[in-house]
């Protein structure tokens, strides 16, 4: 069964630093959706992305995130300078349209800012 | 806001069908019912979904009331692996992105 895969598993890094989240999508998929779950509260929406670029981008995602495709498959999340309230789990999404269809998720990047 | 009301927590008994409720009274006539959940220590997985007719897959089965209000996801036969967070998310909320709430706890008894 086709899924989409991400890395790292588990990031630490220092505050302040750039981490890039990475994720291979399932290879027909055309839309993609970076969401995040703070320990122990809800998943929220952060950006979805199409036809290389952003479609919807929610409040938490402001000028420290950025998203993209650099090589046409794998797509990534950056956070310029982290802060101790980013760290979270961050879930890659990917579908075939943009609408009530099914989105396929990742196992998702642990992030841990210190 | 996810603008659905699901139970906190509901408790099954292996091998016995669980209907897990969910409210949705202001719903609009095009959006969607989804449900999704997610298994301890990873992402969210899709169940099913539908609009306004009861839809069945390998999954689960989802029954939504006839004025839409409500829906109903039945898992036949629960398992110790059907343990998990379930969410019911109205679709499509401002675009394509998934609105969670909180969702229900399901624990599965042995």
């Known amino acids: 069964e086709p899924e989409v895969t991400q890395t790292p598993s588990h990031q630490v890094t220092q505050m302040g630093q750039e981490v890039i989240l990475r994720c291979v999508p399932i290879?027909?998929?055309?839309?993609f959706y970076w969401y995040r779950q703070i320990l122990g509260q809800k998943v929220e929406f952060l950006v979805s992305?199409?036809?290389?670029?952003?479609?919807?981008k929610s409040e938490i995602f402001d000028d420290q995130f950025s998203v993209e495709r650099p090589d046409g498959s794998n797509f990534t999340l950056k956070i310029r300078s982290t802060k101790l309230e980013d760290s979270a789990m961050y879930f890659c999404?990917?579908?075939?349209?943009?609408?009530?269809?099914?989105?396929?998720f990742g196992q998702g990047t642990r992030l841990t800012v210190v | 806001d996810a603008k659905t009301t699901q139970p906190n927590s509901m408790e099954s008994n292996e091998e016995e069908p669980v209907h897990l409720p969910c409210n949705h009274s202001?719903?609009?006539?095009?959006?969607?019912i989804h449900w999704y959940r997610q298994l301890p220590s990873q992402g969210p997985e899709y169940v099913i979904h539908?609009?306004?007719s009861n839809v069945n897959n390998r999954m689960a089965s989802l029954a939504i009331a006839e004025d839409r209000k409500s829906s109903t996801l039945i898992l036949h036969r629960a398992t110790l692996r059907d343990a998990a967070v379930y969410y019911c998310?109205?679709?499509?909320?401002?675009?394509?992105?998934?609105?969670f709430g909180a969702g229900t706890i399901l624990r599965v008894k042995s």
């Open positions: 999404a990917t579908g075939t349209a943009s609408e009530n269809t099914e989105a396929f």
């Open positions: 290879s027909n998929h055309l839309y």
């Open positions: 992305f199409y036809n290389n670029e952003i479609s919807e």
């Open positions: 202001t719903i609009s006539g095009t959006d969607y």
């Open positions: 539908g609009l306004t």
């Open positions: 998310i109205r679709g499509p909320e401002y675009g394509n992105k998934l609105v």
